[in-house]
């Protein structure tokens, strides 16, 4: 990777971005209330949180797009709402494809750099910079709407680099490509962290989650639920427990859903009662569990340990149908 | 399987509100601004914007100057009007139709001039076709000793007595009237007598005799298609919403305000090089005095591109979709268009549906235009138009400007 010939001479606060007590209401609604989160110079952070949980206006807050009702933002010790040049060290990566797709990547880029404030006689060695870091030099003169999905999203990333921000935020960065390119894209990140900048992304992939972020941190009701390395916040929540998980043939029956509640599974409404997961201590017997579900129409169970997705269901339990 | 399809598109139809009014509500009103306009064409129907002046003041001029302000289809109005100088100066400005002098009390001596004067514009020739013929007919209902009078004295100045040989002479005389009606009709096209001489049409032309009325369509079209144009590239405001290229903009340090302001500068450019393209084409191919005119001309496209421009952006910045921006903007367009003179001629519409029109750039930019290259007025009589229209580009601009902060919120 190339040196940074665009990095800003900004101040080298420890924390790249501080939210404190942050809060927020939208209509009326409270949407933030105190949430406070950081992420530090070359940290992945990872933000969850199910629809409506507060992710897109926490972008929007640390972007400067919007007005704290209390509490405060800083990216390198600038609030962003207040000084718009503090923008300049975010770069923002839209879960859409946010290209011109009638402008060649380069133009991309380029453009994208110039509004972000790069000055016309430095943008040519910036947009080289951005195109080398995600390896787009082979495409750099192709059109970006006749690209495959996963150059597309590389290039959407160029584009937030085109400036060289501090801070990296992506929504949903690998959303809708095949595995090989998705992991291109997470060595990227993990290289662009090597370099000092700080990521906060959004994600639904908890397994991707779980190998890339140094920490995770689970939105709930307009404040952080949870946070932490993943390892340490799967310790801390299932130390000494396995999670079982059975898919079976068909709804069970009553009996049937009494003997699998006995061993702590639980149905997923969302699977129409076919599927049950739980978690069983490590100690209990594997056997105990078979012999219960020898009795079952059983199509496939599996233990493993405990991830990110059981934090998931944990902290955001299945809502039955007749609630949605 | 085929009626399923014709089943989704109507409900597609249904549950789009903008669709539905492209489809049912604006073909019924652009059918009535066209039958406003077209069902007035007909003599009786056209309401025509006069000056009336009786210059004489006899007791018979002003009984007839009362029975022609009486007249249905004439819509005379408050004016300060001295002489025949007056009344052109207010018909080439475009305050009026067509004007009436009075300039004497008729009378059956036929060498003097015409004592009735109907002054029109060139470029509104129907008006004085419509005035005059009106005319006509109210000396011929109303006032049948005048149009008698003048044919005796014409009879017994040309032919005297009924004697065969007086016939003949008769004759030949009514045929060298119409050589003599033929020969002053070469000799001044902008002075044209009734054939009983008591009816004097006088035209007055353009600033360039080889306008011809081209510089009125040429600003008719030019500012049609500059909205047409400036709604559609606005519209990249919206699919750029749509695809988070906004998010991204917005998150720079210039903000929403610079994606909207380099649209509006943008689709001003563009709109001013489609003005100058079809102007361009009115000087070669039909030799319009555009380079002699090219300030007031470009001060002109300058503020109609930039109010097309921002009026465009406004409408995009008020959709959701792309596809309501598109149905709004050729609901606009059209609307506009039809009322503000761009697909006719105002003159020709009633007069609560003209006054309308002067809601629309479209009015204030051929008004402008005819200024300048038909009426050749001087820059402080476009001061006016100019003012109008740069407060409705000011206007778009702040409303587009306010609406896109509150989007780039909220996005």
Not at chain 2, 150 to 169: F, I, K, N, S
Not at chain 2, 241 to 262: C, E, Q
């Amino acid at each position: 990777m190339l040196a940074d010939p665009c990095r800003l001479a900004a101040g080298r606060a420890a924390l790249l971005l501080n939210i404190d007590a942050l809060e927020f209401a939208f209509t009326g609604r409270r949407v933030l209330t105190g949430l406070s989160l950081s992420v530090g110079r070359g940290e992945i952070v990872a933000l969850l949180g199910p629809n409506g949980s507060g992710k897109s206006t926490l972008i929007r807050a640390i972007c400067g797009r919007l007005r704290p009702d209390a509490g405060s933002v800083s990216v390198s010790g600038v609030d962003p709402h207040a000084d718009p040049q503090a923008r300049r060290l975010i770069g923002l990566v839209p879960q859409q494809i946010a290209l011109y797709p009638h402008l060649s990547v380069l133009e991309n880029v380029r453009a994208f750099g110039r509004l972000s404030g790069v000055a016309s006689n430095r943008i040519g060695e910036c947009a080289e910079y951005a195109l080398e870091t995600c390896d787009l030099q082979a495409v750099a003169a192709r059109r970006a709407g006749q690209l495959s999905g996963g150059w597309q999203r590389r290039t959407n990333i160029a584009c937030a680099l085109s400036h060289s921000p501090e801070l990296l935020i992506l929504d949903e960065p690998t959303v809708g490509i095949d595995p090989p390119a998705r992991r291109d894209i997470e060595s990227l990140l993990g290289r662009l962290a090597g370099h000092d900048i700080g990521i906060l992304m959004t994600s639904h992939d908890l397994g991707q989650l779980e190998r890339l972020a140094d920490r995770v941190a689970f939105l709930k009701d307009g404040v952080v639920a949870a946070s932490g390395k993943p390892a340490d916040l799967i310790a801390k929540y299932y130390a000494g427990q396995r999670e079982w998980d059975v898919m079976l043939l068909q709804a069970p029956s009553t009996r049937q859903a009494g003997l699998l509640g006995q061993i702590g599974l639980v149905a997923d409404p969302a699977d129409g009662n076919w599927r049950w997961r739980g978690l069983v201590d490590e100690q209990t017997p594997a056997a105990e569990i078979e012999r219960v579900l020898d009795g079952l129409p059983v199509s496939q169970w599996r233990v493993r340990r405990p991830g990110l997705g059981s934090l998931w269901r944990t902290l955001y339990p299945p809502v039955p149908e007749t609630r949605r | 399987m085929i009626l399923t399809i014709a089943h989704i598109m109507w409900l597609a139809l249904w549950r789009d509100r903008g669709a539905l009014m492209l489809a049912f509500v604006l073909p019924p009103l652009m059918f009535f601004v066209f039958a406003e306009v077209f069902s007035g064409t007909g003599e009786d129907e056209l309401e025509m914007r006069v000056a009336l002046l009786d210059s004489a003041e006899t007791p018979a001029t002003v009984v007839l100057f009362d029975a022609i302000h009486a007249l249905d289809g004439l819509l005379p109005g408050e004016h300060s009007a001295r002489d025949r100088h007056d009344l052109e100066a207010m018909v080439r400005a475009g305050r009026f139709d067509a004007a009436v002098w009075i300039r004497a009390e008729p009378d059956a001596d036929l060498d003097a001039d015409a004592p009735i004067v109907v002054i029109a514009d060139a470029s509104r020739a129907l008006a004085a076709s419509v005035v005059s013929g009106r005319l006509q007919a109210l000396l011929q209902t109303s006032f049948p000793e005048l149009g008698i009078a003048r044919a005796v004295a014409l009879v017994d100045v040309l032919a005297g007595p009924y004697t065969h040989e007086q016939q003949l002479a008769l004759d030949d005389a009514l045929a060298g009237l119409d050589r003599d009606r033929a020969a002053r009709g070469l000799g001044d096209g902008n002075a044209l007598a009734s054939p009983d001489g008591l009816i004097e049409r006088r035209m007055l032309t353009g600033a360039a005799v080889a306008d011809d009325g081209i510089s009125y369509y040429a600003g008719a079209v030019a500012i049609l298609f500059l909205l047409f144009s400036a709604m559609q590239g606005a519209i990249s405001l919206i699919e750029e919403r749509d695809s988070g290229i906004v998010d991204r903009l917005v998150a720079g340090p210039g903000g929403y305000g610079v994606v909207v302001f380099g649209k509006g500068l943008f689709l001003t450019a563009l709109g001013l090089a489609q003005a100058a393209v079809i102007f361009a084409s009115a000087w070669w191919f039909y030799g319009i005095d555009w380079p002699g005119r090219f300030g007031p001309w470009l001060v002109t496209a300058l503020l109609a591109a930039a109010v097309s421009a921002w009026l465009g952006l406004l409408l995009a910045s008020m959709c959701r979709s792309r596809q309501q921006a598109t149905t709004a903007s050729a609901f606009a367009v059209l609307i506009l268009s039809a009322i503000g003179g761009s697909m006719m001629p105002r003159f020709l519409m009633p007069g609560w549906l003209r006054d309308l029109g002067w809601l629309t750039p479209n009015a204030w930019v051929i008004e402008s235009w005819q200024d300048i290259f038909w009426r050749d007025v001087g820059l402080q009589d476009l001061v006016p138009g100019w003012s109008v229209l740069l407060g409705i580009f000011l206007v778009a601009m702040a409303l587009t400007l306010w609406r896109a902060g509150g989007l780039a919120r909220l996005k």
